[in-house]
T-cell receptor, first 112, second 109 residues
Framework: EAGVAQSPRYKIIEKRQSVAFWCNPI?????LYWYQQILGQGPKLLIQ????????DSQLPKDRFSAERLKGVDSTLKIQPAKLEDSAVYLC??????????FGPGTRLTVT | GQSLEQPSEVTAVEGAIVQINCTYQ??????LSWYQQHDGGAPTFLSY????GLEETGRFSSFLSRSDSYGYLLLQELQMKDSASYFC??????????FGDGTTLTVKP
């Protein structure tokens, strides 16, 4: 079974620029998550999709972050404009019902 | 909301046994998961407990007590490659997974 795919793996941008991340979940997994992991901390849930509907986006900074899940499969996470504090690893994960998330390799974002 | 507490650091020697504890507060508790994360890598799933008791997977075991809102991960016959961060995560019946801040395990020769 192929794992969760993410791209790019690394991204360096200047503050106030925009950036987008892409995720392809494990085939058949209805639930897709985006987590933000800051160095030294645990992953923090940004948004959770069930198929193409949003289940939880309570911790998504909606003034600058947006996410969509097209046709209930792939997903993109966008930051516009980026701030220095957005420097982190952005982890996409997916899961079948009643199981915990399985993570992709992550995208390491550096905002300068 | 959800909150989890686990020790920030644990150190042990090769061949030893180490226990990483996790206490949690949440509504709609469904289960407790454990993940391992090496530096520069993504978290990988280790184990899951939905019912009270011990689950064993090779050198790793995980325990849950729902009445005490407590669980632990037990690592036996420690190897150098076990040096990593270990996260507990609560799963709720709404399908949400919330992670603790992780325990950094250092295994020394």
């Amino acid at each position: 079974e192929a794992g969760v795919a993410q791209s790019p793996r690394y991204k360096i941008i200047e503050k106030r620029q925009s950036v987008a991340f892409w995720c392809n979940p494990i085939s058949g997994h209805a639930t897709l998550y985006w987590y933000q992991q800051i160095l030294g901390q645990g992953p923090k849930l940004l948004i959770q999709f069930q198929n193409n509907g949003v289940v939880d986006d309570s911790q998504l900074p909606k003034d600058r972050f947006s996410a969509e899940r097209l046709k209930g499969v792939d997903s993109t996470l966008k930051i516009q404009p980026a701030k220095l504090e957005d420097s982190a690893v952005y982890l996409c994960a997916s899961s079948p019902p009643s199981q915990g998330p399985q993570f992709g390799p992550g995208t390491r974002l550096t905002v300068t | 909301g959800q909150s989890l507490e686990q020790p920030s650091e644990v150190t042990a020697v090769e061949g030893a046994i180490v226990q990483i504890n996790c206490t949690y507060q949440t509504s709609g508790f469904y289960g407790l998961s454990w993940y391992q994360q090496h530096d520069g890598g993504a978290p990988t799933f280790l184990s899951y407990n939905a019912l009270d008791g011990l689950e064993e997977t090779g050198r790793f075991s995980s325990f849950l007590s729902r009445s005490d809102s407590y669980g632990y991960l037990l690592l036996q016959e420690l190897q150098m490659k076990d040096s990593a961060s270990y996260f507990c995560a609560v799963n709720t019946n709404a399908g949400k997974s919330t992670f603790g801040d992780g325990t950094t395990l250092t295994v020394k020769p």
